[in-house]
T-cell receptor
Framework: AQRVTQPEKLLSVFKGAPVELKCNYS??????LFWYVQYSRQRLQLLLR??SRESIKGFTADLNKGETSFHLKKPFAQEEDSAMYYC???????????FGTGTRLLVSP | GAVVSQHPSRVICKSGTSVKIECRSL??????MFWYRQFPKQSLMLMAT?????????EQGVEKDKFLINHASLTLSTLTVTSAHPEDSSFYIC????????????????FGPGTRLTVL
């Protein structure tokens, strides 16, 4: 079975501080991993995916297969980054997404 | 582009009645749509995968007779909660995959704004 774990329910940092949102997964095959973000009163939207190896809004995430992790990082947090962040896994060959429980990021001025 | 709408955004119904929720892809065709359920302060749980023109695939533990899914066209999927009870009260979210996307973009899902169902 597939499982995504986000150990922190809430992460509170000050503006300009580095941010790391943790995500660990459990899956025997080769998954596709995503980070989705939900800003206040908005719908869920894709932030980034491990396949693309891109940086979006200053965020990056590297898939570490040895540690089965896909942590989301940003060197300098901004107030507008405050949102709910969900890590999600798509099992190879399937279209569905398995979501973690989410981490609320709160960036204070 | 890639906008998904849901209707209604909020519905309150009496116990025992049935409620239909619509999910539409507004500017793209979706061969596959997904229905999720989200309890307060909890994650999204996939209920079922809806494929156009065929029966939906339900996740383990989801009652298919309780949650009827119809995907009659490439832009519309409906979820009907039959004989609703207070424990069915939840936030229901749909997502859709753009049939044109290939390669790295193949698996991206576009989410609707959600429908809050309250059963009295």
């Amino acid at each position: 079975a597939q499982r995504v774990t986000q150990p922190e329910k809430l992460l509170s940092v000050f503006k300009g501080a580095p941010v790391e949102l943790k995500c660990n997964y459990s899956y025997s095959g080769s998954p596709e991993l995503f980070w989705y973000v939900q800003y206040s009163r908005q719908r869920l939207q894709l932030l980034l995916r491990h396949i693309s190896r891109e940086s979006i809004k200053g965020f990056t995430a590297d898939l570490n297969k040895g540690e089965t992790s896909f942590h989301l990082k940003k060197p300098f947090a901004q107030e507008e980054d405050s949102a709910m962040y969900y890590c999600a896994l798509s099992p190879w060959g399937f279209q569905k997404l398995v979501f973690g429980t989410g981490t609320r990021l709160l960036v204070s001025p | 582009g890639a906008v998904v709408s849901q209707h209604p955004s909020r519905v309150i119904c009496k116990s025992g009645t049935s409620v239909k929720i619509e999910c539409r892809s507004l500017d793209f065709q979706a061969t596959t749509m997904f229905w999720y359920r989200q309890f307060p302060k909890q994650s999204l749980m996939l209920m079922a995968t809806s494929n156009e023109g065929s029966k939906a695939t339900y996740e383990q533990g989801v009652e298919k007779d309780k949650f009827l899914i119809n995907h009659a066209s490439l832009t519309l999927s409906t979820l009907t909660v039959t004989s609703a009870h207070p424990e069915d009260s939840s936030f229901y979210i749909c997502s859709a995959r753009d049939r044109r996307r290939r390669g790295d973009l193949y698996n991206e899902q576009f989410f609707g704004p959600g429908t809050r169902l309250t059963v009295l």
